[in-house]
């Protein structure tokens, strides 16, 4: 097990602001599960639009946030950095509900667990959760997909 900071996040996943929904990996089991935290403020741009008098995150930006969560999680499997030849991309979501609204000065946990892996496809069960409530939970599907 093992925490990750901003930096070594910066390495491994391409998302930079305001699209970068990770702050910490608090741990993870190469091959099994990563856990890490979305802190969310006021200030995310998103805020403004959606919807300013009752600020909500939109729930595609948590589908977004674990998402990265099996990005790094699959590359720290593979022991791999990702290279400039090399997507790993989301391509399928089942399963999503969504269970509780995520506002301003919620700390999201997200949660991702392998289920499967083939050569080139991933499945993830992946669960968010602000102060030990869940927020939402989806079956996630992953590639590794060469840039054209």
């Given at each position: 097990m093992s925490e990750m900071y901003i930096e070594e996040i910066r390495r491994f996943l391409p998302h930079r602001y305001p699209f970068l929904l990770i702050d910490r990996v608090l741990e993870f089991v190469p091959g099994e599960t990563l856990t890490a935290i979305k802190n969310?403020?006021?200030?995310?741009p998103f805020f403004n639009g959606h919807f300013p008098e009752t600020p909500i995150m939109p729930g595609v930006l948590i589908i977004e946030a674990l998402?990265?969560?099996t990005g790094l999680l699959g590359f720290k499997t593979m022991s791999e950095e990702p290279s400039n030849d090399l997507l790993y991309m989301l391509v399928g979501v089942d399963n999503v509900r969504f269970k509780r609204q995520v506002v301003p000065g919620d700390q999201l946990m997200l949660?991702?667990?392998?289920v499967r892996q083939s050569?080139?496809?991933?499945?993830?069960?992946?669960e968010a959760s602000v102060d030990g409530q869940v927020v939402t939970v989806a079956d996630m599907l992953c590639a590794a997909k060469e840039k054209e």
């Open positions: 969310v403020s006021v200030n995310e998402a990265q969560a949660k991702a667990k392998v050569k080139v496809i991933w499945k993830f069960n992946c």
